[in-house]
């Protein structure tokens, strides 16, 4: 079993930063990534970016490529996601979700079948 907690949302007004932070706890050893989704209302859930557990290697949905940073502090368990230049339509539920087996292809991070365990969710609002 692995628990994850999410924490940092809050209100922020558009062109701001927050960032998330994501704190796992239990099978740590047996994570092999870390993504990070978010479900804005009406919407279903999207991708937004993942990070390997070992070797840090990141992928990014095209909506957070160049605004976003998806890091991880193994000794503390936890995985970050720095948001930069906010925009109204980043307002969301982000969760953070552990995959415990690995992937030949990074592009089986887009999926959420792909994650084992999810955190509750930290609302984000941006505002115009």
């Known amino acids: 079993q692995v628990q994850l907690v999410e924490s940092g949302g809050g209100l922020v007004q558009a062109g701001g930063s927050l960032r998330l932070s994501c704190a796992a706890s239990?099978?740590?050893?047996?994570?092999?990534?870390m993504g990070w989704f978010r479900q804005a209302p009406g919407k279903e859930r999207e991708f937004v970016a993942s990070?390997?557990?070992?070797?840090?290697?990141?992928f990014y949905a095209d909506s957070a490529k160049g605004r976003f940073t998806i890091s991880r502090d193994n000794a503390k368990n936890t995985v970050y996601l720095q948001m930069n230049s906010l925009k109204p339509e980043d307002t969301a539920v982000y969760y953070c979700?552990?995959?415990?087996?690995?992937?030949?292809?990074?592009?089986?991070?887009?999926?959420?079948?792909?994650?084992?365990?999810w955190g509750q969710g930290t609302q984000v609002t941006v505002s115009s």
């Open positions: 239990g099978r740590t050893y047996s994570i092999d990534a």
């Open positions: 990070i390997s557990w070992s070797g840090g290697s990141t």
């Open positions: 979700a552990a995959a415990m087996r690995p992937a030949y292809s990074r592009y089986t991070y887009l999926r959420e079948a792909t994650y084992d365990y």
